[in-house]
């Protein structure tokens, strides 16, 4: 099934899996995802800041295959050409990259747009502008992005009051520290190294998804 932000709920924002192959230690990120995708996730982006683009296209189709047999959607990190030329349900920018609106000029009026925001007034604006979601972050210290800014339970908790669209937090967010986001007004979680770092990645999925379930 495709997707788009017609048929996007805040279900499938719940446990949201940010790839990454810096922890794929020998795996393929085919068979981590699947994993990903066995113990629970609701939503998958491909993340990738090595590949050339013929690999990224390569991979980004056998991705979107996989999730496809799940039925979750897929979008893909920054790169709006390539999720134009594979079709795939959506993209995610950050604030450095191309301005919401500008995706949706390029996108067209169903894809999904998600961008990556810090205060009340780059939320207020992204939604604006055509967004279908938010990642707000980083709420915890995070090693995953370096120039990840932490943003703070109450601005966090702002955001989730200013907007009407779904907010994902995002940064740092362990099954451990999870529950300190209680109350905060978020409709999921996006993770990196809390499933993918994980050795048995189905039981670290589904047993963070419990603990997410309980907070939102």
Not at 96 to 102: L, N
């Amino acid at each position: 099934m495709k997707f788009d932000r017609n048929t996007l709920t805040k279900d499938q924002l719940l446990l949201y899996a940010v790839t990454d192959r810096h922890w794929l230690n020998g795996r393929t990120l085919h068979s981590v995802v699947k994993e990903s995708l066995d113990g629970g996730v609701t939503f998958v982006q491909l993340r990738e800041k090595q590949l050339d683009e013929a690999h990224f296209m390569e991979e980004a189709k056998d991705l979107q295959a996989l999730c496809r047999e799940y039925n979750v959607p897929f979008i893909i990190n920054d790169n709006v050409d390539i999720a134009l030329a594979m079709d795939a349900d959506g993209v995610h920018v950050g604030q450095s990259d191309m301005e919401a609106g500008d995706v949706r000029a390029k996108l067209g009026p169903d894809k999904i747009i998600g961008v990556s925001t810090q205060t009340v007034e780059q939320a207020i604006l992204a939604e604006k502008h055509g967004a279908d979601y938010l990642g707000v972050g980083a709420v915890f210290p995070t090693t995953s992005k370096d120039d990840a800014a932490e943003v703070s339970y109450d601005t966090l908790k702002a955001i989730c009051e200013a907007v009407s669209i779904p907010v994902v937090a995002i940064g740092g967010i362990t099954q451990g520290n999870v529950v300190k986001l209680t109350g905060s007004g978020i409709d999921g979680v996006a993770v990196i190294s809390a499933i993918y770092a994980q050795k048995d990645i189905k039981k670290a999925t589904a047993d963070l998804k419990e603990a997410v379930k309980a907070i939102v």
